[in-house]
């Protein structure tokens, strides 16, 4: 398990590889890849998958998929109601409607899909994916905004600063210059901004001089 600042990251392991983010605040899951054995992983290691709310698809090979038409019944039969977003490949949806067809299941809950295209695909809750096509596999990257600082109240205070929309410029950074020349700096009644974590999720086996330039200082992780 690798723990970051406001998400959790997983490794799930099989017979291929799954990984998925945790977001604590919200309990929602993001999963990449449905490899098959997926609901058991989840189930093995505590998760539980009707806190799933995004699956990303790399590209549409059978052991990525293999164990999405399952998770999917099984949301379903669980009574789901909250919609349930898919971002993966264009022919994704034919795959989807052949399985719908022929195991004759509808779904109850509204499934949204999104085809992945080069460029940001995610931004909520200070998190962006951005995803990048490549050798005909998409990489993503995944990039959690910058953190400000504790504001310290109780120096706030000490100084007669009144409670206010102040105190949100001062978290923020902001000076201020009085008209005898004072400077109040934010700096000075917060701790230092924390940078966010930075996440490349690497799945093809060919890789150039331009993708490692742009995963430099970031946590990588090899799906292969």
């Known amino acids: 398990m690798l ?11 099989s017979a291929n ?10 309990k929602d899951i993001w999963v990449f890849n449905c490899i098959e054995g997926s609901q058991f992983n989840f189930l093995n290691q505590g998760f539980k998958i009707n806190n799933v709310s995004k699956i990303i698809i790399p590209n ?25 977003h898919i971002y993966a490949p264009i022919d994704l949806k034919y795959y989807l409607d052949l399985g719908k067809k ?50 310290y109240l109780d120096k706030a205070i000490n100084n ?7 105190y949100g410029q001062l978290k923020k950074g902001f000076s201020f210059l009085f008209p005898d020349g004072f400077i109040l700096h934010g700096s000075n009644f917060t701790s230092c901004n924390t940078l966010g974590s930075q996440i490349s999720c690497l799945f093809s086996s060919f890789y150039s001089r331009r993708v490692f330039e742009s995963i430099h200082n970031t946590r990588v992780i090899l799906f292969m």
């Open 160 to 166: 007669h600063l009144l409670p206010g929309p102040l």
């Open 60 to 84: 549409l090979h059978i052991s990525n998929i293999s164990g999405l038409l399952g998770l999917l019944s099984t949301l379903n039969l669980t009574g789901r109601t909250k919609s349930l």
């Open 17 to 26: 590889i799954s990984f998925l983010i945790k977001l604590s605040a919200i």
């Open 3 to 13: 723990r970051y600042l406001n998400f959790n990251t997983y490794i799930l392991k």
């Open 102 to 151: 022929y195991s004759k299941t509808n779904f109850s809950y509204m499934l949204y899909i999104h085809v992945l295209k080069t460029g940001l695909i995610i931004n909520q809750y200070d998190c962006r994916i951005y995803a990048i096509n490549y050798h005909s596999c998409y990489e993503f990257f995944i990039i959690q905004s910058e953190q400000y600082g504790t504001f």
